[in-house]
C-alpha cells in the first residue's frame, strides 16, 4: 500500500491532461502484478481520485498554495508544476497592466475626444447650413457649407493621423483631451443656439398665423351677428305683418315661442338657485312646504316645481301693467297705435341686444328698474345671506346699481325674456291677458296642461278629477287663442 500511496500523491500532484489517462494504465497494470489488495481500500482509493480530480479541475488545489507533503515528492512536485504551467498557459487569465500610465492609451483618448468634437461641431456646422435655407440666405448657406467641407477635412486628418499611428504634434495629451472636449462643448452650445434661433423663428410664424385666425374668427363672429340679426328680423317680419292701412298685425305662433324661451330660462334660474341652497344646507323639503303647503308630490323629486312656482309668480307679477308697476307713469290711451309701435321698437331693440350691455348704457331705464325690483322680490335677505354671508349684491341693487356676480348674471338671463314677453304683449289689439289657476280647481286640458307626465290619481275612485296643486308657469289668452299654463296636480302616482 506504501506504492499506492504514492501513485495517490502523484496524482495530485499532476495536473489534469493527457497525463492523468496514462498514470491511471500504469496503476492498473501494476495492480494486476502487485499482491491481491482488499476491495474495500481499492474503492477508497479511486473514490478520493475521483474528488480530487474535480476539485482541481475547478482551481481548489492552486500551484501556488500547495506545499510538498514530505521530502520525499519535493522533487517530483518541482517537475509536476513545471509540466502543469507549460500544459496550460494558454487557459491562464493574467491581469492585464493599468492603462493610466500608458502612452499609447493617453494618445487614444486625446484621439477620440478630438473625434467627438469634430462631429459636434459637423453637426452644428450642418445645422448652419439647414437654418440658412429658411429663409432662403446665399450668403450664410455658402459660408456653411464651407464650414460643412472644413470640418469634413478634420475627419480626414484624424483618420489619417490614426491609420499612420501619428500622434497629433500640438499639445500634450492632457491638455489636447480637455481641449477636444471644450471644442465638442462649444460646438454643442452652437448647434443648441441655431435651434433655439430655429424655433422662436417658427413660434413667430405660428405666432402670424395664430392672429391671423383670431382676426379671421372676429370677422366671423361679425358676420354670424350679422346674420343672426337679420334672421331675427325675418322671422319677427315672418310672425308680424301689416296691413294697408299701417295697422300692426301679430301671430299667436310668435308669441307662444316667446313664451317658450321665458319658461325655458325660469327653469334654469329655478335650478341654479336650488343647488345654491343645497350648498347652503338649507332644508329643500321645509322650504318647498313653505311655499306651496299641503301639497302630495308623486315624488319628492317633484318639490323643484315649487320652488320654480315661486319664480314665475314673482317675475311675471304686474304683468298687466304696461311697466310692471316699478314706475308711476300713466299709460297712454290717447294714441294706442302709437303706443304699440313703440312698445314693438322696444321689443326689437332689447332682442337683438345683450342685457348687461343695456344697463351699462343706462342703468336707470325701465328695464333696470324692472330688474332691480325683480331681482329683491326673489333674493330676499336670508336667502342671500345664507348663499354669500353678506348682503353686498343687495345693497349694490338697492343703490341702483347691477353687480356683475354670476347670480345676478344668471338672472337677467331670465329677466330679458320676461321682459320681451311683456313688451310683445303689449303691441296685440287687444292686449295679451295673464292668468293662473287656483288651488283645489278641477282640471281641465283647455285652460291648463300638466307639468308632469305619466301620472295617474292615487285614488281609484270613480268620478273623481285629478285636483290643481299649484300653478308653475301661468297661461295666456292672445285673442282667442288660449296658451295652456302649466300647473302641478296634486294627489297623483307615477306610473312610470
Known amino acids: 500500500?506504501?506504492?499506492?500511496?504514492?501513485?495517490?500523491?502523484?496524482?495530485?500532484?499532476?495536473?489534469?491532461?493527457?497525463?492523468?489517462?496514462?498514470?491511471?494504465?500504469?496503476?492498473?497494470?501494476?495492480?494486476?502484478?502487485?499482491?491481491?489488495?482488499?476491495?474495500?481500500?481499492i474503492t477508497d482509493i479511486?473514490?478520493?481520485?475521483?474528488?480530487?480530480?474535480?476539485?482541481?479541475?475547478?482551481?481548489?488545489?492552486?500551484?501556488?498554495?500547495?506545499?510538498?507533503?514530505?521530502?520525499?515528492?519535493?522533487?517530483?512536485?518541482?517537475?509536476?508544476?513545471?509540466?502543469?504551467?507549460?500544459?496550460?498557459?494558454?487557459?491562464?487569465?493574467?491581469?492585464?497592466?493599468?492603462?493610466?500610465?500608458?502612452?499609447?492609451?493617453?494618445?487614444?483618448?486625446?484621439?477620440i475626444s478630438k473625434l467627438f468634437a469634430n462631429i459636434s461641431a459637423l453637426k452644428a456646422a450642418y445645422v448652419q447650413l439647414q437654418a440658412a435655407h429658411m429663409?432662403?440666405?446665399?450668403?450664410?448657406?455658402?459660408?456653411?457649407?464651407?464650414?460643412?467641407?472644413?470640418?469634413?477635412?478634420?475627419?480626414?486628418?484624424?483618420k489619417h493621423s490614426y491609420r499612420e499611428k501619428e500622434k497629433p504634434p500640438t499639445y500634450s495629451d492632457e491638455d489636447s483631451h480637455l481641449l477636444a472636449e471644450i471644442q465638442e462643448q462649444q460646438s454643442m452650445l452652437k448647434t443648441y443656439e441655431l435651434m433655439v434661433k430655429k424655433f422662436q423663428a417658427q413660434i413667430q410664424i405660428r405666432d402670424s398665423e395664430l392672429e391671423k385666425l383670431r382676426e379671421e374668427l372676429r370677422e366671423a363672429t361679425d358676420k354670424k351677428g350679422k346674420l343672426e340679426k337679420t334672421l331675427r328680423q325675418k322671422s319677427f317680419k315672418d310672425a308680424v305683418g301689416y296691413v294697408s292701412n299701417g295697422s300692426l298685425t301679430?301671430?299667436?305662433?310668435?308669441?307662444?315661442?316667446?313664451?317658450?324661451?321665458?319658461?325655458?330660462?325660469?327653469?334654469?334660474?329655478?335650478?341654479?338657485?336650488?343647488?345654491?341652497?343645497?350648498?347652503?344646507?338649507?332644508d329643500l323639503d321645509a322650504a318647498a312646504n313653505s311655499i306651496e303647503p299641503g301639497i302630495l308630490y308623486a315624488k319628492r323629486a317633484h318639490?323643484?316645481?315649487?320652488?320654480?312656482?315661486?319664480?314665475?309668480?314673482?317675475?311675471?307679477?304686474?304683468?298687466?301693467?304696461?311697466?310692471?308697476?316699478v314706475t308711476d307713469s300713466l299709460p297712454a290711451i290717447l294714441d294706442p297705435e302709437k303706443?304699440?309701435?313703440?312698445?314693438?321698437?322696444?321689443f326689437q331693440d332689447m332682442q337683438s341686444r345683450d342685457p348687461f350691455d343695456v344697463l351699462a348704457i343706462a342703468p336707470d331705464?325701465?328695464?333696470?328698474?324692472?330688474?332691480?325690483?325683480?331681482?329683491?322680490?326673489?333674493?330676499?335677505?336670508?336667502?342671500?345671506e345664507s348663499f354669500f354671508g353678506n348682503l353686498d349684491q343687495r345693497n349694490h341693487a338697492?343703490?341702483?346699481?347691477?353687480?356683475?356676480?354670476?347670480?345676478?348674471?344668471?338672472?337677467?338671463?331670465?329677466?330679458?325674456?320676461?321682459?320681451?314677453?311683456h313688451r310683445l304683449a303689449f303691441c296685440f289689439d287687444p292686449k295679451v291677458n295673464i292668468f293662473q289657476v287656483r288651488k283645489d280647481t278641477d282640471f281641465s286640458e283647455v285652460y291648463m296642461e300638466s307639468i308632469v307626465k305619466n301620472v295617474a290619481l292615487a285614488d281609484d275612485s270613480v268620478g273623481l278629477r285629478p285636483k290643481v296643486g299649484f300653478t308653475v308657469v301661468p297661461g295666456f289668452r292672445v285673442g282667442k287663442t288660449i296658451i295652456q299654463c302649466q300647473v302641478y296636480l296634486t294627489g297623483m302616482k307615477s306610473i312610470e
Open 303 to 325: 318639490k323643484k316645481y315649487a320652488f320654480e312656482s315661486y319664480v314665475c309668480q314673482r317675475m311675471f307679477s304686474g304683468f298687466d301693467n304696461e311697466n310692471f308697476y
Open 1 to 41: 500500500m506504501g506504492c499506492v500511496g504514492d501513485f495517490v500523491l502523484l496524482l495530485l500532484l499532476l495536473p489534469c491532461s493527457h497525463a492523468w489517462v496514462l498514470l491511471l494504465a500504469s496503476l492498473g497494470s501494476w495492480m494486476e502484478s502487485s499482491q491481491p489488495v482488499k476491495g474495500a481500500n
Open 398 to 421: 338697492l343703490s341702483g346699481g347691477h353687480p356683475r356676480t354670476p347670480l345676478y348674471q344668471a338672472f337677467l338671463k331670465l329677466a330679458k325674456p320676461v321682459w320681451l314677453v
Open 135 to 158: 429663409p432662403y440666405d446665399p450668403e450664410k448657406i455658402q459660408m456653411a457649407d464651407m464650414a460643412v467641407i472644413a470640418e469634413l477635412k478634420h475627419l480626414s486628418e484624424l
Open 250 to 282: 301679430l301671430t299667436p305662433q310668435f308669441f307662444i315661442s316667446t313664451v317658450q324661451v321665458a319658461a325655458k330660462a325660469a327653469h334654469d334660474f329655478t335650478k341654479l338657485m336650488i343647488n345654491m341652497m343645497k350648498t347652503a344646507e338649507w
Open 46 to 111: 479511486v473514490h478520493k481520485f475521483a474528488r480530487v480530480c474535480r476539485l482541481r479541475s475547478i482551481g481548489v488545489f492552486s500551484e501556488e498554495n500547495q506545499r510538498p507533503l514530505s521530502e520525499n515528492s519535493s522533487e517530483v512536485t518541482a517537475v509536476s508544476k513545471e509540466t502543469d504551467e507549460n500544459e496550460n498557459e494558454s487557459q491562464k487569465v493574467y491581469p492585464q497592466p493599468s492603462d493610466e500610465n500608458n502612452p499609447k492609451s493617453e494618445a487614444l483618448e486625446t484621439l
Open 365 to 384: 331705464c325701465l328695464f333696470g328698474k324692472f330688474c332691480h325690483s325683480k331681482y329683491l322680490q326673489i333674493v330676499h335677505p336670508k336667502m342671500e
Open 339 to 346: 303706443q304699440r309701435h313703440e312698445f314693438m321698437a322696444q
